[in-house]
């Protein structure tokens, strides 16, 4: 392995800005690396914006911010020709989807028709306009937030979208400690103000590289495969989690790796990330749904019934 590890310096970074959230802020940046995107479900005010931006400082990449509103249209996200009269010829200018880390606030008060826009930038890295494919920077990132509470006038993201998040987190409150320590922090100027890069697009390049490299064992990708297909058989859940799942495990699992340093994945780092990988994909029945039966605890029930391999 390389002496410099850049997902632990992009990490420190980051917690130089976000106090109290290392646990969170370990598996957003392995998400970046491995190109899986995050969806954060929280409360306003604690620190996702803050977030998004401190993770394009921190590798001197370009950001961009679409506050999510019912009047959005598609293209105000990806972009839009223009007439030039001095030409006599249509010039495309870019939407903000043209960026290393986007961030979509508030996805779900869009219309779904301008919710997919970003469907094709997300799987593919790039949009269609006017029948043209144009490639988005490398590489390529979404960070989309929720308000869990206020659903009035949203709607929510269908099944196949949210397929399209690796994970999905909740920052949440940090403990008053930390909070007072926040008041201090900004009593002068915003913490961003200070923040410097620590890496390089090429360097985050680079170490995207590195985690596909890391050795994933014969009996750790049944082991993954096993535990995807094990939310399809639960009386619980109506549909389970796709293909895809087992992907995005196995990538995170080894951006993970990369991150603690160590050549190889373990089951550890697999039973680590399953639940911000599943939880989110699984359709609950009806009947277990009023019962209280979310797809976090399925998840728990299918880590404690698939056998960890030796």
């Not at 249509?90 to 043209?98: L, N, S, T």
Request: charged share 20%.
């Amino acid at each position: 392995m390389s002496s410099k590890n850049i997902p632990r310096e992009i990490a420190a970074n980051l917690a130089s800005v976000l106090h109290g959230q290392d646990d969170n802020i370990r598996k957003i940046v392995s998400a970046w690396i491995a190109g899986q995107h995050v969806l954060l479900d929280d409360f306003p005010g604690t620190g996702k914006t803050t977030l998004a931006k401190a993770l394009a400082r921190s590798v001197d990449a370009k950001f961009s911010r679409v506050q999510f509103t019912p009047d959005l249209l598609p293209s105000d996200i990806t972009g839009v020709s223009i007439f030039d009269a001095s030409t006599q010829t249509f010039r495309f200018h870019e939407g903000p989807v043209f960026c290393h880390v986007l961030l979509a606030d508030e996805i779900n008060r869009a219309s779904p028709r301008t919710q997919s826009a970003l469907l094709e930038a997300m799987a593919e890295a790039q949009v269609t306009v006017d029948g043209q494919c144009r490639a988005l920077p490398q590489p390529y990132f979404v960070i989309a937030t929720q308000n869990p509470i206020e659903q009035a006038g949203t709607y929510p993201l269908p099944e196949a979208q949210m397929d399209r998040f690796g994970i999905r987190l909740a920052l949440g409150y940090v403990g008053a400690e930390e909070e007072a320590r926040l008041l201090d922090y900004s009593a002068a100027e915003h913490p961003l103000d200070a923040l410097k890069h620590c890496a390089t697009v090429a360097d985050l390049l680079a170490a995207r590289d590195a985690a596909t490299a890391i050795t994933l064992a014969p009996t750790l990708r049944r082991y993954i495969v096993d535990i995807v297909q094990a939310t399809r058989a639960r009386a619980e859940v109506q549909m389970g989690a796709s293909p895809r799942a087992s992907i995005a495990i196995a990538q995170l699992a080894r951006a993970l790796a990369l991150f603690d340093g160590e050549d190889f994945v373990t089951p550890d780092l697999i039973r680590e990330i399953a639940p911000a990988v599943l939880a989110h994909r699984l359709a609950i029945d009806a009947q277990a749904r009023y019962s209280g039966i979310s797809g976090a605890d399925v998840v728990r029930l299918v880590l404690a019934q698939v056998p960890v391999p030796l």
